[in-house]
């Protein structure tokens, strides 16, 4: 359906002629005012189907690592299991304390991240630590889907709530002073046996000890796992920082002195294995991941590398034709909207993601920006605009329960189709980090990489669902012109 606008046409005139602020609510192509006859059109075939993520890069320098068991009603089970490095102090050559030795407790001090996503209210949480059965290399990029080897015997377990944001108190042990009661960031100390530091450690001997090379070889490191029998409830998703360390509490006697003393042998490596196997899923999600052949009426996005959603606009160039009936003349986009919405009541208890990206695939099958997203395409507003966070819109018709929306401006992205510049070789909407955006509201950069630092999941209302007023839909403002556009190379 198109209708004509005469005050809306003159503002779209006036705002290209005063070349209006960038932001999502006026941005567009401009043409000459001679060649105007504008059109304003809300819909468009959107074909749309669910798809799993590909494989995500979990090792590196990443400022969130999950640590999750979380059994969601809509998309099934989501695991997650933590490997880590562990390196003497300094990361450099060590030699013992004289005198002798007392552990007196051990503690695996795990700092929390933004992030978490589930239930903090009635579940309880259990981790388990094991040592790592293998070697971390420097060298090699581990992807979630590689399952590590770790032992059998239990170094530390601890049942726990998850407290993100709480700070806690500790006892700060000064060498040679008192000891003293200090306020520390929100952290997760997990208790670890004091036979294995001193098995591990203090008799590592010196060769051990003599290079950090030569003991990360010789400890391996620590494998971290929620345990599956003892977390209670539907769980959730915990994020940690990388900056970890274990620290050693001792006191070392030498004749009649007794000092009290720590050793942090501090985490610099740190991977997630997140295993998204068919039999994890819900039965709803995999029938969507099997019918990838017509359009379908909900779309699932999952963070941790889980799912996105293929969208494409097969019919969008005959449908504008046809709505021109015209041979002789072409169309210039003025604006073009993609809206996608969240399907109403899917977001309680868990809130929708608060970030969401848009990307295409280029000739080599290979991630790239859309050109609205693309800093270095002139006709881009920049991320801010090009859009993708979470926004309420209040709608009537859903008892005054906002409506949670996600907007996109895709203007160039849409005209370099049309004009057969570039050839969709696969459009998708997915998770994005929300380490991309400035306090939660605004994107400082466009991104458009698998991650496993975004945990929340969207279930959206797709385009199949033409029955549904939310729908995800194209709003499009175009003008005709005469003559046609050349094909651009």
């Not at 700092?111 to 239930?119: I, K």
């Not at 002073?177 to 520390?184: G, S």
């Not at 039999?279 to 996105?308: F, I, K, P």
């Not at 329960?401 to 996109?408: E, K």
Request: proline residues 5%; charged residues 15%; hydrophobic residues 40%.
């Amino acid at each position: 359906m198109k209708f004509f606008r005469l005050d809306l046409l003159t503002l779209l005139i006036s705002l290209f002629i005063l070349n209006s602020c960038k932001n999502q609510d006026s941005v567009g192509l401009g043409v000459q005012a001679s060649q105007v006859s504008g059109s304003l059109t809300d819909t468009a075939t959107i074909i749309t189907n669910t798809v799993a993520e590909d494989s995500v890069v979990t090792s590196g320098t990443l400022g969130k690592n999950p640590l999750a068991y979380f059994n969601d009603p809509i998309y099934g089970l989501t695991t997650s299991d933590l490997a880590t490095d562990l390196n003497l102090p300094g990361s450099a050559a060590y030699t013992l304390p004289s005198g002798t030795i007392f552990v007196d407790s051990a503690r695996l001090v795990m700092y929390y991240a933004d992030g978490f996503y589930g239930d903090k209210l009635t579940s309880n949480y259990t981790v388990n630590v094991y040592q790592l059965g293998e070697n971390f290399s420097s060298s090699t990029s581990y992807y979630n889907t590689k399952s590590w080897k770790f032992g059998s015997t239990l170094l530390g377990s601890l049942q726990f709530t998850p407290k993100p944001t709480d700070s806690i108190k500790i006892t700060s042990i000064i060498s040679g002073a008192p000891d003293t009661l200090i306020k520390v960031a929100p952290q997760l100390r997990i208790p670890i046996s004091t036979s294995f530091i001193n098995n591990d450690f203090f008799n590592a001997g010196s060769l051990a000890l003599g290079s950090n090379a030569i003991f990360t070889n010789y400890m391996k490191g620590l494998y971290l796992q929620l345990d599956r029998s003892k977390t209670t409830g539907p769980g959730g998703i915990i994020m940690f920082k990388a900056a970890d360390s274990l620290a050693i509490y001792y006191r070392a006697v030498n004749g009649t002195t007794i000092d009290t003393a720590v050793i942090y042998l501090p985490i610099t490596k740190v991977a997630s294995f997140i295993p998204h196997t068919s039999a994890n899923r819900s039965a709803a999600v995999q029938t969507e991941l099997s019918d990838s052949t017509t359009s379908r009426g909900v779309v699932y996005l999952q963070g941790l590398g889980g799912l996105r959603a293929k969208i494409s606009f097969p019919h969008l160039l005959a449908n504008i034709r046809s709505a021109l009936a015209k041979k002789d003349s072409d169309i210039v986009l003025n604006r073009a909207e993609l809206v996608i919405t969240v399907n109403p009541g899917s977001n309680v208890p868990y809130a929708p993601l608060p970030q969401i990206t848009l990307y295409r695939l280029d000739l080599a099958h290979q991630r790239a920006l859309v050109p609205d997203a693309n800093s270095a395409d002139p006709r881009s507003g920049g991320a801010a605009v090009f859009g993708g966070i979470a926004s309420k819109i209040n709608n009537s018709s859903t008892n005054n329960v906002p409506l949670i929306q996600y907007h996109f401006i895709i203007t160039a992205y849409l005209q370099d189709l049309l004009s057969g510049k570039l050839v969709d070789y696969g459009t998708y909407i997915a998770p994005v980090d929300t380490s991309s955006t400035t306090s939660g509201t605004t994107l400082s950069s466009a991104n458009y990489l698998p991650t496993s630092q975004a945990s929340a999941r969207t279930m959206a209302i797709g385009g199949g669902n033409l029955s549904s007023p939310y729908r995800m839909k194209l709003n499009i403002i175009y003008t005709k012109i005469k003559g046609t556009i050349p094909k651009q190379n």
